[in-house]
């Protein structure tokens, strides 16, 4: 079981991998302070999503919850993948905006989470981490639902998922400021979608 929720945590943090490697090319810097905003965001939005899953399982007999949690991974890992096949080399775009008016904020939920670095200034601060967090949590929420339901530790999960997501920046950074950009294609954007879809067949 561990190992499986290592791999989910990994599948669920890709996309921070690709975003420290934006921000190392681009020289964009992370302090301590945003690394942990961003753990605290993904933890918190993992948690709620496993939350979520968790009624499955209070609704459902144990073997039933374990199959629609696993449906539920299959699907996404699926959605994933087509996605990753449809969309190769079309730009991204912001698709939701939030305002928050008392904060006087305006939080840009993004497809393209490198663009979180708002005013340009070479760093990521704490609201701009905040958006940042938020957009890659929301995209790992469906994986903390069907995690839950499938039966995986309702403590550990968020936590390898929030670790995860600061560890794959870290890693993307590092690589980001010694490599050239690299472009892996379709299949290299489909790859959390097949590990998605390994983990659903294994717990169906």
């Known amino acids: 079981m561990l190992m499986a929720t290592l791999l989910l945590a990994f599948a669920a943090s890709l996309d921070g991998l690709g ?24 933890l918190t939005v993992s948690f709620s999503a496993m939350v979520g899953g968790h009624f499955i399982v209070k609704v459902f007999s144990p073997a039933l919850a374990g199959h629609v949690g696993a449906v539920i991974l299959l699907t996404l890992g699926l959605a994933i ?13 912001a698709v939701v905006k939030l305002r928050l008016p008392r904060l006087g904020l305006v939080i840009q939920i993004l497809k393209e989470p490198v663009k979180a670095d708002a005013d340009s ?16 949590a929301l995209d790992s929420m469906g994986i903390g639902f069907g995690a839950a339901a499938a039966g995986f530790s309702f403590l550990l999960t968020p936590l390898l998922l929030g670790g995860s997501q600061v560890l794959l920046i870290l890693v993307g950074l590092c690589l980001g ?12 954007a489909a790859l959390p979608g097949l590990i998605l879809i390994a983990i659903g067949i294994w717990r169906w």
């Open 177 to 188: 400021r010694r490599w050239r950009p690299v472009k892996v294609g379709w299949r290299g």
């Open 19 to 42: 975003v420290g490697l934006s921000y190392g090319l681009r020289s964009i810097k992370l302090p301590w302070y945003s690394l942990f905003i961003i753990a605290l965001v993904s």
């Open 121 to 136: 200034s070479g760093s990521i601060g704490g609201r701009e981490a905040f958006t940042l967090g938020l957009a890659l």
């Open 81 to 93: 993948v087509l996605e990753a096949y449809c969309k190769e080399g079309i730009p991204e775009k």
